[in-house]
């Protein structure tokens, strides 16, 4: 058997169900092509899917901005359904792991390795298959994925990032832009897809998906005053100096410290009609670009909330660690207060299931594509391997199936979410889907083959924040990275004892024997995925890149 993958299992688990599958599918088929009448119970699929949402910024994950109280919305959902612990992404940044959902495989088999790269819609995809056993399919928000989507019956999308006031969105009949609030806009749509949009005689799958929590934090006029009250517990790694990292930790630019700029990220003094100087070439603007766009009453309520706060910063005259807890604050306030926009979507779209009558047959998923940095190891964004942006949050309500409250500690990813929505259609699964269905996890059923670790590769580089490519394997307990641009650049970590990876046990002989292990099982997963992608050292360009040339 593979070391470190479920291969075994996972065909003994098509075997041992291909009979029901066959008969399943049968009957589906009659009823889609109107030989029986009988109401069709397969489930209705909600998917709320945020941008950057970290799962420690979410009150049922017990992470240590709990006592904020950020989601009670997304809390009750995992107090009706399961919550897992271990969900953790192939590839952290935004478009790849949209790629990966749609298709159900690593970034290096779908042919979206980094934001830049365009997807290719004509492959398969799991919403397409959907489709072809009648389900009715619609996506609202962001897809950043460019092109038109397709395997959706309807669908508004933002282009590229978005923009969190008055967006634009493009429709099947062209670009329009809408006054308000993006989280609000979007989450309007899929209720008027749930109250009128939808037809009754077919089951539906509904992707909600936000701009938020992504850069560049801009709260609802709503929540400008959310958290003024209240100082937001700082994280232990705030102060991270990265003596025990391999290079590329030191070397990348995404720290609040030296990287977050005051006016663009912060808001300090920013106006639409002066543009500050940003502290960084790399910089985002899209917050200035957005304020240009800002109705007059809109800018009003903006200035007023922020001009009193930036007056108290001049006066205060902020330095070393005092500046860092300042911008912390600010960053970290504005962050949740996007999220809080996100969690009362949440909201709105559960209760409008229960007004529709639809909570019974319909499964409800809270989900982000990636994790972030909330002030931990002194940053901001995502992009490494390390937990806060590997991890994702999967929260999942499916009455009568799952046992509400529940918790599951099995090591998932987001190629399995294809599979999953497969698998709940009474649809097959392809062979080529690298993922595994979670409905045996869902049920509560033995899961003994299940996959004990998973793989991970990031390509985006040279890029915004100058992260390194780099790849790994994580296991319950251990983490091996292998920085490949730096050469024989590694990073190995006990998470039971060090949980935020702060003691790097790469080239210790008394771990040696568990290195090895871990490298031999990395190459088994290289293997499996088919990932044969150039992991050349490249050192000159990262070099240049430090000089500016």
Request: hydrophobic residues 35%; glycine residues 8%; contains cysteine.
């Given at each position: 058997m593979l070391t470190g993958c479920r291969t075994t299992g996972k065909h003994l688990y098509k075997k041992v169900n291909i009979v029901t599958r066959l008969a399943t599918r049968t009957l589906f088929f009659i009823l889609i092509t109107g030989s029986i009448l009988a109401a069709d119970k397969r489930p209705n699929i909600v998917f709320i899917f945020s941008d950057d949402h970290?799962?420690?910024?979410?009150?049922?994950?017990?992470?240590?901005?709990?006592?904020?109280?950020?989601?009670?919305?997304?809390?009750?959902?995992?107090?009706?359904?399961?919550?897992?612990?271990?969900?953790?992404?192939?590839?952290?940044?935004?478009?790849?792991?949209?790629?990966?959902?749609?298709?159900?495989?690593?970034?290096?088999?779908?042919?979206?390795?980094?934001?830049?790269?365009?997807?290719?819609?004509?492959?398969?995809?799991?919403?397409?298959?959907?489709?072809?056993?009648?389900?009715?399919?619609?996506?609202?928000?962001?897809?950043?994925?460019?092109?038109?989507?397709?395997?959706?019956?309807?669908?508004?999308?933002?282009?590229?990032?978005?923009?969190?006031?008055?967006?634009?969105?493009?429709?099947?009949?062209?670009?329009?832009?809408?006054?308000?609030?993006?989280?609000?806009?979007?989450?309007?749509?899929?209720?008027?897809?749930?109250?009128?949009?939808?037809?009754?005689?077919?089951?539906?799958?509904?992707?909600?998906?936000?701009?938020?929590?992504?850069?560049?934090?801009?709260?609802?006029?709503?929540?400008?005053?959310?958290?003024?009250?209240?100082?937001?517990?700082?994280?232990?790694?705030?102060?991270?100096?990265?003596?025990?990292?391999?290079?590329?930790?030191?070397?990348?630019?995404?720290?609040?410290?030296?990287?977050?700029?005051?006016?663009?990220?912060?808001?300090?003094?920013?106006?639409?009609?002066?543009?500050?100087?940003?502290?960084?070439?790399?910089?985002?603007?899209?917050?200035?670009?957005?304020?240009?766009?800002?109705?007059?009453?809109?800018?009003?309520?903006?200035?007023?909330?922020?001009?009193?706060?930036?007056?108290?910063?001049?006066?205060?005259?902020?330095?070393?660690?005092?500046?860092?807890?300042?911008?912390?604050?600010?960053?970290?306030?504005?962050?949740?207060?996007?999220?809080?926009?996100?969690?009362?979507?949440?909201?709105r779209l559960v209760k409008t299931l229960e007004e529709q009558g639809l909570t019974d047959n319909t499964v409800v998923i809270y989900c982000s594509d990636q994790g972030f940095y909330i002030g931990d190891h002194g940053w901001y964004d995502k992009r490494w391997m390390y937990d806060e942006s590997l991890k994702m949050p999967f929260v999942i309500k499916w009455p009568d199936v799952i046992k509400p409250g529940s918790v599951d500690e099995h090591l998932i990813q987001n190629i399995d979410y294809a599979a999953t929505f497969l698998d709940m259609a009474g649809a097959e699964i392809p062979e080529d889907m690298q993922g595994d269905s979670l409905l045996p996890l869902l049920k509560g059923e033995e899961a003994e083959q299940w996959r004990t670790s998973i793989y991970y590769h990031y390509y985006e580089f040279p890029s915004v924040h100058m992260v390194p490519r780099h790849y790994g394997i994580r296991t319950e307990r251990f983490k091996l990275m292998h920085f490949y641009e730096f050469g024989e650049e590694w990073e190995l970590y006990d998470l039971e004892k060090d949980p935020d990876e702060l003691n790097n046990l790469y080239g210790k002989p008394k771990y040696a024997k568990r290195t090895n292990a871990l490298k031999m099982q990395l190459r088994d997963l290289q293997e499996y995925y088919q990932d044969d992608s150039d992991i050349s050292e490249k050192p000159e360009q990262w070099q240049r890149e430090q000089r500016g040339g």
């Open positions: 970290a799962p420690h910024a979410i009150g049922a994950y017990d992470g240590w901005l709990k006592g904020v109280n950020p989601t009670p919305s997304i809390d009750q959902l995992a107090s009706q359904g399961m919550l897992f612990r271990n969900s953790f992404c192939t590839n952290s940044i935004c478009g790849p792991s949209r790629a990966v959902i749609q298709t159900g495989k690593h970034s290096h088999k779908n042919g979206f390795m980094n934001n830049g790269d365009k997807f290719n819609w004509n492959q398969q995809t799991f919403p397409k298959l959907l489709q072809a056993v009648g389900y009715q399919t619609a996506i609202f928000g962001k897809s950043h994925l460019a092109g038109k989507p397709q395997g959706y019956d309807t669908w508004t999308v933002l282009p590229g990032q978005g923009l969190y006031y008055n967006p634009d969105l493009i429709t099947p009949q062209g670009r329009t832009t809408i006054q308000g609030y993006c989280t609000d806009i979007v989450t309007d749509m899929g209720v008027e897809f749930l109250e009128s949009g939808r037809d009754k005689d077919k089951p539906f799958l509904l992707m909600v998906q936000h701009k938020a929590p992504h850069r560049c934090w801009m709260p609802a006029p709503r929540h400008l005053h959310l958290y003024d009250d209240i100082e937001i517990p700082e994280p232990a790694t705030l102060f991270d100096k990265y003596e025990d990292n391999a290079p590329p930790a030191r070397f990348q630019e995404l720290e609040i410290d030296r990287h977050m700029d005051p006016h663009y990220d912060l808001f300090l003094d920013l106006v639409p009609d002066v543009q500050p100087e940003a502290i960084q070439k790399r910089q985002d603007r899209s917050a200035w670009v957005n304020l240009k766009r800002f109705t007059p009453e809109q800018l009003k309520v903006w200035r007023d909330a922020w001009d009193p706060k930036d007056k108290a910063f001049h006066q205060a005259n902020l330095e070393g660690d005092d500046l860092v807890r300042w911008k912390f604050q600010r960053y970290a306030k504005n962050y949740l207060r996007c999220v809080k926009g996100v969690d009362e979507s949440v909201g």
